[in-house]
């Protein structure tokens, strides 16, 4: 599955994800945020546990399986780009909003906002087509959901 989602999110223009391996493309965006800090806590880890078995209904064993096939992908996946450029083909820009908040949620679960975090955030809300308001919006939700 690497090999085929890796070329699919290589090639010149990706071509929409199938619902697995949409899957382990936000899971491997997650990981690459929860790694921006080069600070890849276990809080982080569990939130992207939690995110996936949230969204994708399926077991925190299933999740934490979900999260390691990422962990791979991400380390061998040159940028940052292909996974967002695969997303937004996935995903239908009124359930973009979600992925904000997820990407927000990872990135405060280890109670420290990183400004690589913030840049990579600002970054892949760009290249969703998500603008600055919704961005901040999704944050405000984030952090009103911890409190």
Same mark, same amino acid.
Not at 18 to 44: G, H, K, M
Not at 97 to 112: F, G, H, I, K, R
Not at 125 to 136: F, K, V
């Given at each position: 599955?690497?090999?085929?989602?890796?070329?699919?999110?290589?090639?010149?223009?990706?071509?929409?994800?199938?619902?697995?391996?949409?899957?382990?493309?936000?899971?491997?965006?997650?990981?690459?945020?929860?790694?921006?800090?080069?600070?890849?806590?276990?809080?982080?880890?569990?939130?992207?546990?939690?995110?996936?078995?949230?969204?994708?209904?399926?077991?925190?064993?299933?999740?934490?399986?979900?999260?390691?096939?990422?962990?791979?992908?991400?380390?061998?996946?040159?940028?940052?780009?292909?996974?967002?450029?695969?997303?937004?083909?996935?995903?239908?820009?009124?359930?973009?909003?979600?992925?904000?908040?997820?990407?927000?949620?990872?990135?405060?679960?280890?109670?420290?906002?990183?400004?690589?975090?913030?840049?990579?955030?600002?970054?892949?809300?760009?290249?969703?087509?998500?603008?600055?308001?919704?961005?901040?919006?999704?944050?405000?939700?984030?952090? +009103?959901?911890? +409190?």
């Amino acid at each position: 599955m690497f090999g085929r989602l890796l070329s699919s999110l290589l090639g010149p223009e990706p071509e929409p994800l199938p619902a697995p391996e949409a899957r382990l493309a936000l899971a491997a965006l997650l990981v690459r945020l929860a790694r921006a800090d080069e600070s890849y806590t276990d809080p982080e880890r569990a939130r992207i546990d939690r995110v996936l078995a949230t969204r994708y209904d399926v077991s925190p064993f299933e999740a934490a399986r979900l999260r390691a096939e990422a962990e791979v992908l991400e380390s061998e996946a040159p940028d940052t780009v292909r996974f967002t450029r695969a997303l937004k083909d996935a995903v239908p820009h009124e359930d973009r909003m979600s992925l904000m908040e997820a990407l927000w949620s990872v990135a405060l679960a280890d109670d420290d906002r990183d400004p690589r975090e913030d840049a990579m955030i600002r970054v892949t809300a760009d290249l969703l087509g998500i603008n600055d308001r919704d961005r901040a919006i999704a944050r405000q939700t984030v952090e +009103k959901k911890r +409190k």
